[in-house]
Every structure is written in C-alpha cells, then in structure tokens.
C-alpha cells in the first residue's frame, strides 16, 4: 500500500466506500422491497377476502332467477347457500374455501389441505403457516345473518406470490448498481487524477530545481483558489525569497572574500619585501605599521561577519533585557566625543529614563556605528548632533554636516559591502550601515535616511515605545 500512488489509494478508499454503500443499497432495496410486495399480498389476500363475504347468501329454496347467471348452491341446513360465481376464482393466487365452525370444508380449494385444518379461526386477523416448504398467509371472516350464523370464509395465498416482481427488481439491480459502482470508480480515478495533477506539477518543479539547482523555476498553476492553488503560490512565494537569500549569500561571499582579498594582498606582499633582503628599522616599522592596519581591518570585517551570521542563524546568542537607552546613548556620545576626529564637535540632546526592551551589546555597536559614519564622512571642524526622545515611539537621530549622499545611493548603503565613490579608499568595512538596519529590525525598528550632496545626513531611527 505504501508503494502505491496517492490517486490509486484515493480511488482504492474510494471504491472500498462505493462497494459499501452499493451492498447497503441492495440490501436495503431487497428488504424494502420484500416488505411492501409481502404487504401488498396481504391487503390483496384480505380485500378478496372481505369483497366474498357479500357473495355468500342463505335461502329456503333454490333461487331459480339467479342460477341462470351460473351461481353455485350448497344444501345446508334446511335450505341452500348460494355462492356467487366469481367466488370460484381464484385471484392473484389467492383461494377462497367456505368452512363449517367445526372445521368442515364446505367450498373452495384450499393448496394445504392438512396444515389448513391444524390453524384455528381467527377472525379479522392475517396467520402465516408453512406447508410442504413453503409459507402462506390466511385470513378469515366469520360471517353472520339469516342461515349464515357460524361459518367461516377463510382466504389463503402463498407468501412467494411476489416473487416474479421481487425477482425483476433484484435482477435490475445487480445490473444497475454494479454498472454504477463501475462508472463511479472510473469517475474517482478521473477526478483524483484531475485533483492530484497540480500536486505532479509541484512535484516536477521541485524536482528540476533540485536537479538543476535553479531558482528562477517556478510553479505557475494559474488561477484558482484551491488548498493546491494556495500551496503553490506560497512554494513559487517561498523559492522566491530562497532566491533572493542565496543571491545575498552569494554576493555577501564573493564581496567578503574580495573584502579579504585586499589586505591579506597587502600583508603578503609587506611580508615579502621586508624578507627579500636585509631592511632598515625604520622600514622595518613601517612595514609592520601596515601589517598591523591591515590586520585590525581584517579583525573588525571578520566580527563584524561573524555578528551578521549570528543576528541571523542563532538570534539567541544575543538576548533581550531591559536596557535604559537614555544612559546608553549618553556613554557612548561621552566617550566618542573624545575623538575629535577632524576636529569635529559631537553635541547630544537626549531624554532621561528612557528604557527598550533588546541586546545592550547590539544596541551600543548600531549607535557606535552610526556616530563612526559621521565622523568618518564629516567635514573638517564639522559637528555631529545625537537627538534621542520618545513621542509615541522611541526616536534616535544622529546627524552631520558631512559629504552628503547622492539620492541614487541612498537606497543601496544599507547593503552588505557597499561603499559609495566617496568612501571607496576609507577603512570602514561597507558593512557599518547594513548592521545598523539589521540591529533595528532584530529590536522591531526601522532606520531611515535624509540627505542632501554637500550639506550632510540624517538617520533616524524609530523602535516601538
């Protein structure tokens, strides 16, 4: 079973429940059936009964007049019992016999002679006897009037009497049902195939993609708003952003290795000249000055790397707590504005006992960062403003009268390694603001940037109060 197709078990649970059903189907066909043409025989049995009373008169005398229309009559008594003519037939297998209380045949025919005369009377009710194999139904009438006093008309039919009509109706239906049982299985079949085929077309779409390792493939059912339809919009939704994720993967490798490509370039070949042949001090040190820078560049890309596989694989690693954000933001400001990097002024304006639930470490490496990016794109004797508040949300704002960003740029910094043309030769990773736009969204914020070519730049920060 568990080798077989999902159509040809769908179709096998099918058949089985069809076959139940038909077999139900007969049977209750049969016994209704049986029911009601065994009923209609004993109504029959008790009309022809009933409608023969009537037909039997007592008289002193033979009744000349109505001996002519062919009636029987029977000495009893001191007189004779007329018996009307179609009292002789017998109808619809039903007999009529004429009994004396003593049991007594007096007329009629009687198909259980024996087993007739073991049955007491029993007026206005229907008995069932069995003779010789077979079962027949009896109904008696005892009658009363003038010479009629104590007799009993008793009605007999064989309980098979309906048998060529049951017999008809059992054949039709073992033509009929089995014909319908054949074509609902042929119909199920159909319709599972029908049913299943979007599941094939899944089916084959992942199948080549995994072959061919190739992501642009997708489902395409087309219109419909079915579980199937549903669940392949979601998997072409799904490879979508699949795609889209290994491109990033593959783009954040290569520029990665180009990112370490440099520097470990620049280590090797300081390595070589200073080894080709006996140096001074004094480029001895120099030499070392930029294997030393080299390296530091190549420590911070790396732990930058390895917080970016973390924020994403093993969010765990950085645990929330309350953080009093206020404080934070005002250490860091205190400690960076001893830089004075390009003699540039750091002032901060920033709302006490303000509180974020996230990671202080994350936190403090996404302001550090955004504070660096002034300082490293400010312009001499330049300033740099820190605004933090709380107006419905939390609002973290660091500007500066730097460089500025082209309009064309500023949707691209906050990707992985990019650098625009004015920061191609800076010691900055390209990795800074891409942290800072992750950092916010681990903590349910988001950043956003103004800026203007030569008047300087505006990132906001907005996290959930």
Request: hydrophobic content about 40%; aromatic content about 10%; overall charge negative.
């Amino acid at each position: 079973m568990k080798n077989l197709s999902i159509r040809v078990k769908i179709t096998a649970w099918f058949s089985g429940i069809m076959a139940f059903i038909v077999a139900v189907t007969f049977a209750v066909i049969f016994w209704v059936s049986n029911s009601v043409t065994q009923k209609n025989i004993q109504d029959s049995l008790i009309e022809i009964v009933e409608s023969n009373v009537d037909e039997i008169e007592f008289y002193e005398e033979k009744n000349y007049q109505t001996e002519l229309h062919g009636d029987q009559y029977i000495e009893y008594l001191d007189g004779y019992l007329e018996i009307d003519d179609d009292f002789l037939d017998q109808v619809n297998g039903i007999y009529s016999s004429l009994y004396q209380e003593t049991g007594k045949l007096l007329y009629g025919e009687n198909p259980s002679v024996r087993a007739d005369l073991e049955l007491p009377f029993s007026d206005g009710r229907v008995q069932k006897i069995r003779w010789d194999r077979d079962a027949y139904y009896v109904y008696d009438r005892l009658l009363s009037g003038y010479g009629v006093d104590g007799l009993w008309l008793r009605g007999m039919v064989s309980q098979v009497q309906g048998t060529q009509q049951l017999q008809w109706l059992v054949r039709l239906s073992l033509i009929a049902l089995p014909s319908l049982f054949v074509l609902a299985v042929i119909g199920g079949y159909w319709i599972a195939g029908r049913a299943l085929n979007p599941v094939y077309k899944i089916t084959q779409a992942a199948a080549q993609i995994g072959q061919g390792q190739d992501l642009n493939k997708r489902i395409h059912l087309g219109s419909g708003t079915d579980e199937l339809h549903q669940l392949a919009d979601v998997l072409d939704s799904m490879i979508s952003r699949l795609d889209k994720a290994f491109k990033a993967e593959r783009q954040f490798t290569s520029d990665a290795s180009h990112e370490l490509r440099t520097p470990m370039s620049v280590i090797m070949a300081q390595c070589e000249y200073i080894l080709e042949d006996r140096r001074t001090p004094k480029e001895y040190e120099e030499a070392l000055e930029v294997i030393q820078r080299q390296g530091r560049k190549m420590s911070k890309l790396i732990e930058d790397m390895l917080c970016f596989a973390r924020l994403e694989q093993n969010q765990e690693s950085y645990p929330k707590e309350t953080v009093d954000f206020s404080a934070l933001v005002q250490d860091i400001c205190e400690d960076m504005a001893l830089l004075r990097d390009k003699n540039i002024e750091l002032d901060r304006e920033i709302e006490p006992d303000i509180f974020l639930p996230g990671n202080a470490m994350l936190l403090t490496r996404m302001v550090t960062n955004l504070i660096s990016n002034g300082y490293r794109y400010g312009k001499q004797d330049g300033r740099i403003s820190v605004r933090l508040k709380c107006e419905g949300s939390i609002l973290l704002s660091v500007e500066d009268n730097g460089t500025g960003i082209p309009d064309e740029q500023q949707e691209k910094i906050f990707g992985r390694f990019y650098r625009g043309d004015s920061a191609r030769f800076s010691e900055g990773t390209g990795l800074g603001l891409a942290m800072v736009k992750d950092i916010a969204k681990y903590h349910g914020g988001t950043v956003k940037v103004a800026s203007a070519v030569g008047e300087g730049s505006r990132f906001t920060v907005k996290f959930p109060a």
